[in-house]
Nanobody, 124 residues
Framework: QVQLVESGGGLVQTGGSLRVSCAAS????????MGWFRQAPGKEREFVAA????????YYADSVKGRFTISRDNAKNTVYLQMNSLKPEDTAVYYC?????????????????WGQGTQVTVSS
C-alpha cells in the first residue's frame, strides 16, 4: 500500500501562488492515478484535479481550470499542485489521493488511498 504525505500549504494573499506537494512512499506511484481534493469547513470534500499514471491525461474542476496545474514526477515519487491566482474561496484543507482505477473519478469514494491533508488559506 502506498502512503501519501502532503506539504507546502500555508497562508497567501488573494492573487498569490502556492505549490503543494504530495510525497509517496511504500510503493512507486507510477502505477497509480493521482488526484487532489479539498475540503473547506462545513463542506463536502470536492474534486480539484487528477493526473493519469503516465502524466498524459489531466482533469480539473471547473472552479480551478486555468489557475491550477497538476503534475507528477514519478522518479521522485511526488505529485504537485501549482495554484495561481488564488481566491479566498480556495481556502481549504488539500488532500492528495491515489487509485489504480479511473483517473477521471470525481467523488472521494472512488479514490482508495489518502494523505492527511495540508491547510491552504487565502486572505482577502
Amino acid at each position: 500500500q502506498v502512503q501519501l504525505v502532503e506539504s507546502g500549504g500555508g497562508l497567501v494573499q488573494t492573487g498569490g501562488s502556492l505549490r503543494v506537494s504530495c510525497a509517496a512512499s511504500g510503493r512507486p506511484i507510477s502505477s497509480y492515478n493521482m488526484g487532489w481534493f479539498r475540503q473547506a469547513p462545513g463542506k463536502e470534500r470536492e474534486f480539484v484535479a487528477a493526473i493519469s499514471w503516465s502524466g498524459v491525461r489531466t482533469y480539473y474542476a471547473d472552479s480551478v481550470k486555468g489557475r491550477f496545474t497538476i503534475s507528477r514526477d514519478n522518479a521522485k515519487n511526488t505529485v504537485y499542485l501549482q495554484m495561481n491566482s488564488l481566491k479566498p474561496e480556495d481556502t481549504a484543507v488539500y488532500y492528495c489521493a491515489a487509485d489504480s482505477r479511473r483517473v477521471d473519478a470525481r467523488t472521494r469514494y472512488e479514490w482508495g488511498v489518502w494523505g492527511q491533508g495540508t491547510q491552504v488559506t487565502v486572505s482577502s
